[in-house]
């Protein structure tokens, strides 16, 4: 019986998770967030002509394609409420799947602590503050941290017990994630490459050698500019830094102290038991303390902490699990106490201040006004800032850009090139940080070709 309460009460778990990201996702007709739009206009491009409209990591557009078009069998029309209703639930049911990889983790490398304990990281890990940021427009996010999971577990299972077969496993999810998400797929990289040097030493050279060629490969196979990124991000990571220019906030503050704090810990503790735990156990705790020390650093640029941070969660996890054996139970009962009031904080913030999509009802309509309103030639671009030009392209079916499209060599790549402003600033995620540009500048020589009380439409004169 004790052996079915866990497995239980993580489906539990799951289940409200995904009711949770359900509301989340279907509290409004559009979808929440500053890229709500970029999933559907990714899929509903496969769908019409087979390939992407924008370079990213396909795996998630081409899953949600596949559904939909499986569901079309049927007898049913893709239209863009389906795309968009796929969209929506394929999201909320993605990031609870996380817990299955999670459970086979503390399973697999069986701890004998309280189930409270194991509970309470089931529920951090559902409803960390992460977690609830990644629904809705991180949707690439929230499906490549399962096959990160994964990744993890199939290494660990690979290490306790080598085998040919479970040598594949590890690649194949490395592979998705890579596949998913660049962002998770640099954290996952960063992470094994940790281990595997603090684990084999100048072993790890060769191993490490290939992996990095084989993830930059895969990369720069679907977005050269991420590939670019990647390669740059030492020279560009700590630009306008986040304690200097971004308003440190208590919440932020509270995360990158408890980051901080377990590091400390996590190194302390792998120097003092270097007798008494497994290669993989000081491994884990080494690797998850520099990848805290790296991703809640307040001395990285606004922009990357904001990424890197959505990834803290997973190494505090397995710090405090693969250092459970060692802390004392009322320890690990105010652990856990915390874990879930975390939680419980989180979830109540979230469904009483719902994130609300760039547009409303009435922008969208105004939107399918200007649809009629302007020359939809291939060579034609709309401009418009980040986010609104997602919602731009779903509803004008017109090529986009937003403000950093905008340079000296813009007019000759395009026959028209409109300017769509929408007086109506609303920010889903709260008002721009400093140093965020979020508005498009409307050159002098443009003219008014529409105007409501809610958008205007300019037109570059050549």
């Known amino acids: 019986m004790k052996k079915i309460i866990i497995p239980a009460l993580a489906v539990l778990i799951g289940l409200i998770a995904i009711g949770l990201r359900l509301y989340i996702n279907f509290s409004t007709d559009l979808i929440p967030g500053i890229n709500g739009a970029y999933y559907p206009l990714q899929v509903r491009h496969i769908l019409q002509y087979g390939t992407l409209a924008f370079n990213d990591m396909p795996f998630i557009f081409y899953f949600d394609a ?7 069998l049927f ?36 701890k004998e602590v309280s189930p409270f304990f194991k509970i309470s990281i089931f529920i951090y890990s559902a409803f960390t503050i992460a ?3 990644m629904a809705s427009d991180l949707q690439k996010n929230a499906l490549a941290i399962v096959f990160l999971y994964a990744s993890i577990n199939a290494i660990l299972k690979f290490l306790n017990s080598p085998s040919i077969k479970r040598a594949i496993r590890p690649f194949i999810w490395i592979l998705l994630t890579a596949l998913t998400h660049f962002g998770t797929f640099s954290f996952l990289m960063s992470f094994v490459l940790i281990f595997l040097i603090f684990r084999y030493r100048k072993k790890a050279i060769l ?17 050269l500019t991420r590939f670019y990124r990647l390669i740059s991000v030492f020279w560009v990571a700590f630009d306008m830094p986040l304690v200097f220019f971004g308003i440190l906030r208590p919440p932020e503050i509270i995360q990158i102290l408890f980051s901080f704090s377990l590091a400390i810990f996590g190194l302390i503790f792998t120097k003092r038991n270097l007798d008494n735990i497994s290669r993989n156990q000081r491994g884990i705790v080494f690797t998850s303390s520099i990848m805290l020390i790296i991703c809640a650093n307040p001395f990285l640029g606004i922009e990357y902490y904001n ?7 997973i190494p505090q996890i397995l710090i405090l699990y693969f250092t459970s054996d060692f802390i004392k139970k009322q320890l690990l009962f105010v652990f856990s106490v915390v874990l879930i009031s975390v939680s419980v904080i989180t979830v109540v913030d979230f469904t009483t201040h719902l994130r609300l999509p760039v547009i409303n009802h009435q922008e969208y309509a105004d939107l399918e006004i200007i649809k009629q309103k302007i020359n939809h030639e291939e060579t034609n671009i709309i401009l418009a800032r980040h986010g609104l030009e997602w919602w731009t392209a779903w509803v004008t079916e017109t090529k986009v850009g937003h403000e950093q499209s905008v340079d000296d060599k813009l007019p000759d790549n395009y026959s028209i090139i409109y300017f769509l402003q929408q007086k109506r600033m609303h920010y889903p995620d709260g008002p721009p940080q400093k140093g965020h540009v979020h508005e498009l500048v409307i050159p002098e020589n443009t003219i008014v070709v529409y105007e409501s009380n809610l958008f205007i439409l300019y037109q570059l004169v050549k």
């Open 66 to 72: 596949a559904i939909i078009k499986i569901i079309s």
């Open 75 to 110: 007898g049913v029309e893709i239209s863009n409420s389906l795309i968009v209703f796929i969209v929506k639930f394929v999201d909320s049911v993605a990031f609870p799947l996380s817990l299955i990889p999670l459970f086979f983790i503390l399973k697999n490398n069986n």
């Open 131 to 133: 977690s609830l940021i």
């Open 207 to 223: 191993p490490m050698v290939l992996f990095v060629a084989l993830g930059l490969s895969v990369i720069a196979m679907f977005d």
């Open 307 to 313: 990424r890197l941070s959505l990834f803290l969660f």
